[in-house]
């Protein structure tokens, strides 16, 4: 019998699977491109920057869920235990999800850095994201996407600042995005050496810059 029975058992199973959905636990990798990019205008780590950090969050759920929404069909081959092609959710529900973090992740960005933040750093970061998902993840410009939705990341933790000096950093990070990306394209049937190689060489630039 199930610890949780009835309507709180059902809750929880919910729960986790949107929580599978969105890789909650993976975003711990955003808040640093916002901090990095904060730290280097001077901006600190204060409300605000946790405020625009919590926004790539929302932003970073939302690419997750949409990512699922669009790959439904080949999860269905490749990954049937995932969200969707399990029947744990459904696919309206899941564009639902992207599209409500979304539009968290702009709101919480206007609270947290302005109007100007919003559609200076978050507006493109959200255009990239979905641009990623819904058709460039696909093509040869998929990586290059992708380390762009990471650059923008570290510039969206500028806020309303110039972000010149946090050019170097986003760049870093962009570098690294590009080598793992490209890399994760293989991660079914196995990469050649040559992309491994381009993984290693990107985290050793970005490490060094």
Known sequence: MPPFPGRAFRARRTLRAYAELVRAP???TVPGDVLAG??????????????????????????????????????????????????RIRPRAALATAAGLTAAGLGIAVLAGGRRTALRRTLPLTAAVWAYDLGAKSTPLGPAVMAAARALDVLHGAGPAPVRRALLPAAAVAAHTLGLTRLSRHEVDGAPPREAALALA????????
């Open 38 to 87: 904060a730290l280097a205008t001077g901006r600190g780590s204060g409300g605000r920057t946790l405020g625009l950090a919590a926004s790539s969050v929302c932003l970073y759920w939302a690419g997750m869920a949409l990512n699922d929404w669009a790959d439904r069909d080949l999860d269905a081959v490749e990954r049937p235990e995932r969200p969707l092609p399990s029947g």
């Open 202 to 209: 990107a985290a050793t630039v970005a490490a060094a810059a």
């Open 26 to 28: 993976a975003a711990i």
